[in-house]
Each structure stands twice: as C-alpha cells, then as structure tokens.
C-alpha cells in the first residue's frame, strides 16, 4: 500500500466560503481537532489578508503539534515573508506560494506575459527556500493552463527548490479522465518530477472535486487537497471525510492509505459546521445525518437480516455511534467528567467547574443532555468571557402584531434595558441590542440548526456580523431559538469590541 498525504484547507480556501468568519479561538480549536484526525498537513491561513488571518495562523503554528503547518502567500515578497514570520515557529513549517498559469488568468487576471509569470515564479520559490526547506508551489487554474508550459514552469521551481507542486482545478471544470491525463501530461514534461511530491487540489464546481481528486490519486499524484464537509470558494472543495472514506472502504481499487482516524471523522465534521455556521446537508455523503439511515422497508429488513445487504461501511467506523442519550439532571459532576473522557475531551478542573455550571443549567431546561450538548458546552466554554451579557429576554410575535423584543443586558455589573420592534422577533431583539449600546449592525448570515434529533433539541445559532466593514462571528447555543440568536448576536458585539471595532455609548 501506498501512503498518500491528506493536505487539509478547510481553515484557508475553506474559510473563504461566503458568510465564514472565524475568531483566532475557533481556527485554533479546528486545528486540533484537523491533528486529532490525523491530517497531515493543516494549511493554516493567508497571513497577509489581514491581522486577525496572521494571529490565528501564528497562534497555530506554535501550538499545535505533529501536523506539519502551511501558509499562503501569493509569488511576492511581502506576502511570502508575512507568511514565514506566521508559521516559523510550526511543526515542519511549509510556505504555499502560488501564481496563475492559465491564458485567461495570466491575460485578464495578472496582466503579465507567461515569461513573466515563470519568472515571478521561480522568484517566489527562490525567496521561499532562503527561510524554509518544505515549499509547495501551486499553478493556480492549472486545469486550464497550457500543458507544455506547466512543464516548463513545475521544472523551473523545482531547480529554485519546490518540493511539493501543487496542480488545482481552481475552477472545478475538469473531469476525471481528462484530468488523470492530464496529471501523465505533466509528469512527462516535468524534469526532476520524481524529486517532488504531486498534489492536487479541486474545487467542486460541476460536483466531480472527489472524483478528479481520486483520478488523480490512481495516477500516482502524493498529495490531495480538501476541506472538511467540503467547503470552500463557491461550490467548496473535495470533502476530506470523502476521499480518507473512499480510499479506505475501496482499498482494493486504489491500493493506498492515508493516515486519517476515520473515528474522528463525525466529531471533525460537526465542529466544523457548527463554528462556521454551514449546515451540512442530509444526504451528504459520509457525514450527513442521513448517510447511515434506512429508509424504505426492504432496506430496513435487509440491514437487520445482515448490515452489509445495504451499509459499505459502518456508523462507528467514522465515529457516528456515539449519539446516544447519556446524562440527565441527576447526574453528578463525576458522571459528566466521566463521559468527557470518555469522548477524549480531557479539560482542568476549574474548566470543568464551568462546564458543570452549565450542564447543570441545561439539564434543568432539557431532559437528556447529549452527546452532542456535551461537545456543545465544552466547545463554547473556550471562547473568551464575553464583557456584555444577556440578562434576561421578552418577545412577543405571531400574526397580525408587530414583532417587539424588549431585553436588558449586563456590562460592568449594570443592567441596561430598552426594547425594539423589527421585522421578526430576532430581528427587533438586535434592534433593541443595537439601541441599548448605541451600535449598528449588517446582519450578512444567519444558519439555525439542531444540534440532535428530536423536540428536545437545543437550537444553534450561527451568525455573520459587519460593523463599519469588519466583519464578526458568532454562536450562541440554547433550548430557546431566540435566545440562540441572541447568544450569537452578543458574541459577535463582544468580538467586535474586543477588537476595537466598535465602542458603546451606554
Ligand atoms: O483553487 C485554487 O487554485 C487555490 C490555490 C491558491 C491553490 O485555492
Ligand atoms: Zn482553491
């Protein structure tokens, strides 16, 4: 069996899917998380988009370990060096350094000859080498670029010291026979291809991202690129659960392996969603809530006669079994540490004091408190103290009246109250916050979702914020979808003040 590396995304081209906006906290949570499934390399951020991009690649860089960590950074100067300051630190560091070389990008896009753009190539990887030995150069809109001048261009970066040549489907427009073709095509043209590692990174335009990327494998390529739940520019990535799932159960087609625990699969995949706000779809493959159910009774009869009339791999082997009812208003603080470890979530006692508190408070307000609620609570409980909080919540709504939300709010031991009417009760709520701290607000996206099944199920609240042009994050958790909404609004306020983007004129 052959080893082929999982080159994960889901923190760079995976935040750029509209409406994302991750605080350094969260990037960093995902990261371990990216560790804990065994990716091995995690492309971290784009340092020079903005200072928060180069805090949460930096914070990563030097805390998460056993993963090698990536930045990008376009051919230049000042983007190659803002990403090698943000990853020095890292786990094998690699800079991601990237230039296009199709006709229409080089023409309409860069406006530079395809001599010019060899040259700034070569230039880039020639800077990059003078820092750091581990360097993936990427020809971006490869799929549609001349395939005599990739070979040019791959074998001029490999003598200035690439290691890794990246070759995407920036646009998602290949098709699988063409593009292993098209990975032969290179390799023959490519000299001193056989002292670097291929890649291959495919965006899911026409719904073929896993397909190319698996074409790609059968032709020798070392590297595949994705993002968890595939999510990305436009129609997203290759899904990462999509291709370790599909190399594993078809091991007899691609005689590779990868080194990802498919038991963490479920627990990456939910994380994901729930800190960018992206609901994953029931039918997805892999990770949708339907992939494993069985519907019709002539599926239901045949799996339990024998799993495998219907299932080519099973719930527990990507870490989906592990949704059953667990603890209850009676359990006790040992129970709850219990089932933390249990589910690999080793946290220090004062933070399992604040998780208690809150189990405790939820327990009271819904009857089984889950596998899920759990996750939940400790994922919520490492975000940073907010400075305003909600203190107590009143909507009245339904036909024929004008939604009205009147709320009071704690900042500095003081409550602050107003009230507001809106288009719906979520909307007149932030128009009351707005009010009572003298703020404005563009809501730019909002994703309700269950956190489990059934009616006893807590509402999560993800929310996309822009005060004067920053935009923020936030997430908010609760029994009560208003108040979910509310809890996300609020995070969103507290980031934005923490960063100095807003002040309160209480
Ligand atoms: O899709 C693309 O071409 C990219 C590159 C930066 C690798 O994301
Ligand atoms: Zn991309």
């Not at 998380?33 to 988009?49: C, R, S, T, Y």
């Not at 007899?252 to 609901?279: A, C, H, P, Y």
């Not at 909507?395 to 939300?405: A, E, R």
Request: one cysteine or more; charged letters at 25%.
């Amino acid at each position: 069996m052959r080893q082929i590396d999982i080159f994960d995304t889901t923190l760079r081209d995976g935040e750029q899917s509209p409406g994302v906006a991750l605080s350094p906290e969260e990037k960093l949570q995902i990261a371990r998380q990216l560790a804990k499934l065994g990716v091995n390399v995690i492309e971290a951020g784009f340092p020079i988009a903005s200072p928060g991009d180069f805090q949460a690649v930096k914070r990563i860089a030097d805390e998460v370990r056993q993963v090698s960590i990536c930045a990008l950074a376009r051919a230049n100067t000042k983007d190659i060096e803002r990403a090698w300051e943000a990853i020095a630190k890292g786990e094998d560091p690699r800079i991601h350094t990237f230039i296009a070389t199709s006709p229409i990008h080089m023409q309409y896009k860069l406006q530079k000859s395809p001599e010019q753009v060899l040259e700034q190539a070569v230039a880039a990887v020639k800077l990059s080498k003078s820092k750091v030995s581990n360097i993936e150069f990427s020809a971006e809109d490869a799929s549609r670029s001349d395939v005599d001048f990739l070979g040019r261009v791959f074998s001029a970066v490999i003598e200035a010291g690439a290691t890794v040549l990246n070759i995407p489907d920036t646009v998602g427009y290949a098709t699988p026979e063409e593009f292993a073709a098209f990975i032969k095509a290179i390799m023959e043209r490519t000299k001193g291809v056989e002292k670097v590692k291929l890649s291959v990174h495919c965006h899911n335009d026409l719904g073929l991202a896993v397909a190319n990327s698996l074409a790609a494998a059968q032709m020798g390529v070392h590297q595949l690129e994705g993002a968890i739940n595939g999510i990305g520019e436009r129609a997203g990535n290759a899904a990462v659960e999509e291709l370790a799932m599909a190399i594993k159960t078809r091991r007899d087609q691609f005689q590779l392996e990868t080194t990802i625990n498919s038991k963490e699969i479920s627990r990456t995949s939910k994380l994901v969603s729930r800190l960018t706000g992206m609901i994953v779809q029931p039918n997805k493959a892999i990770v949708g809530k339907n992939a494993f159910s069985h519907e019709s009774g002539i599926h239901q009869d045949g799996v339990l006669k024998e799993r495998s009339t219907y299932e080519i791999m099973s719930p527990d082997s990507i870490g989906a079994d592990m949704d059953t009812i667990v603890l209850g208003k009676h359990s006790g603080r040992h129970a709850v540490r219990e089932r933390l470890t249990e589910l690999g979530l080793e946290i220090d006692e004062s933070r399992l004091d604040e998780v208690f508190k809150e189990f405790k408070l939820l327990a009271e307000r819904k009857k089984e408190v889950t596998t899920d609620d759990l996750f939940t609570l400790v994922d919520s409980q490492t975000n940073n103290g907010p400075q305003v909080t909600l203190e107590y919540l009143q909507v009245s709504s339904g036909t024929q009246i004008v939604p009205t939300s009147t709320l009071g709010l704690n900042y500095k031991d003081q409550r602050y109250e107003d009230a507001a009417c809106g288009d719906g009760p979520v909307d007149a709520a932030y128009k009351a916050i707005d009010k009572i701290l003298g703020i404005k607000h563009k809501l730019l996206h909002y994703a309700l979702q269950a956190i489990n099944e059934g009616e006893d199920s807590q509402g999560e609240v993800t929310v996309s914020v822009q005060f004067d042009g920053h935009t923020v994050g936030g997430r908010g958790v609760s029994p009560d979808i208003i108040e979910s909404s509310v809890k996300a609004y609020l995070q969103a306020v507290n980031r934005a003040y923490e960063r100095g983007w807003i002040t309160f004129t209480l």
